[in-house]
């Protein structure tokens, strides 16, 4: 049975990349500028590019916030992605303090701009990155990184800020940069979020998209 998958329009995203992506593993992919579409959809992805502040302003302005919390309570899988994610949790340092849907529990800062070292390092952090198990060793059966168990994939980054959950099980993947750990994905229950790009991650992205659509 084809899957039913609903993209948030909120004005924000690379939703052409996003759109291919899912098409291409075999969803009937349904964008949308409504909130009130996203309900009886099958997945909900939240794909987001840029500052947070300017994504949470617009996900608040075109009603779409209360509409992904009452989708997340639902039960049904909710993908986010890259600011799609930082939104789920309950606020961002990004220029200013700014609240998020409080989702998850958490902050988004800054990706340092020293490696462990002390030495500079880039930031935003662009690029290829391998993702590795958290320090918990949070299990990666029966996520979107199923495929991956005795590997690191490397998928593509593209961030100066990143999410630092509250609560550690609620971390699904790290990567490592200048010697930081860095969290890249998270999952409660039905929630699952990567602050990499899928989508602009080749074959190995394009797998975890498969997962996700078969979860």
Same mark, same amino acid.
């Given at each position: 049975?084809?899957?039913?998958?609903?993209?948030?329009?909120?004005?924000?995203?690379?939703?052409?990349?996003?759109?291919?992506?899912?098409?291409?593993?075999?969803?009937?992919?349904?964008? &949308?500028?409504?909130?009130?579409?996203?309900?009886?959809?099958?997945?909900?992805?939240?794909?987001?590019?840029?500052?947070?502040?300017?994504?949470?302003?617009?996900?608040?302005?075109?009603?779409?916030?209360?509409?992904?919390?009452?989708?997340?309570?639902?039960?049904?899988?909710?993908?986010?992605?890259?600011?799609?994610?930082?939104?789920?949790?309950?606020?961002?340092?990004?220029?200013?303090?700014?609240?998020?849907?409080?989702?998850?529990?958490?902050?988004?800062?800054?990706?340092?701009?020293?490696? &462990?070292?002390?030495?500079?390092?880039?930031?935003?952090?662009?690029?290829?990155?391998?993702?590795?198990?958290?320090?918990?060793?949070?299990?990666?059966?029966? &996520?979107?990184?199923?495929?991956?168990?005795?590997?690191?994939?490397?998928?593509?980054?593209?961030?100066?800020?990143?999410?630092?959950?509250?609560?550690?099980?609620?971390?699904?993947?790290?990567?490592?940069?200048?010697?930081?750990?860095?969290?890249?994905?998270?999952?409660?229950?039905?929630?699952?979020?990567?602050?990499?790009?899928?989508?602009?991650?080749?074959?190995?992205?394009?797998?975890?998209?498969?997962?996700?659509?078969?979860?």
């Amino acid at each position: 049975m084809t899957v039913k998958v609903t993209i948030a329009d909120y004005g924000v995203g690379n939703l052409l990349n996003v759109v291919r992506a899912f098409q291409h593993c075999g969803a009937d992919v349904h964008v &949308t500028e409504d909130p009130a579409a996203i309900a009886g959809s099958d997945r909900l992805v939240v794909p987001g590019v840029g500052a947070f502040e300017d994504s949470i302003n617009e996900l608040n302005s075109r009603g779409f916030a209360d509409a992904v919390k009452r989708y997340a309570e639902s039960g049904k899988p909710l993908f986010g992605i890259c600011v799609g994610m930082q939104m789920l949790f309950d606020a961002s340092e990004e220029f200013g303090e700014h609240a998020g849907l409080g989702i998850l529990p958490g902050r988004v800062v800054a990706v340092p701009s020293l490696s &462990t070292e002390g030495l500079p390092q880039r930031v935003p952090h662009i690029g290829w990155n391998h993702l590795v198990s958290p320090e918990h060793g949070n299990d990666w059966k029966g &996520t979107l990184l199923q495929s991956f168990e005795d590997a690191r994939p490397a998928v593509y980054f593209v961030h100066s800020f990143a999410a630092q959950p509250a609560n550690d099980q609620d971390r699904l993947a790290d990567c490592f940069y200048g010697g930081h750990r860095i969290c890249a994905a998270v999952r409660r229950d039905n929630i699952v979020a990567t602050q990499f790009h899928p989508e602009r991650s080749g074959e190995i992205g394009l797998t975890m998209v498969r997962s996700f659509l078969a979860l």
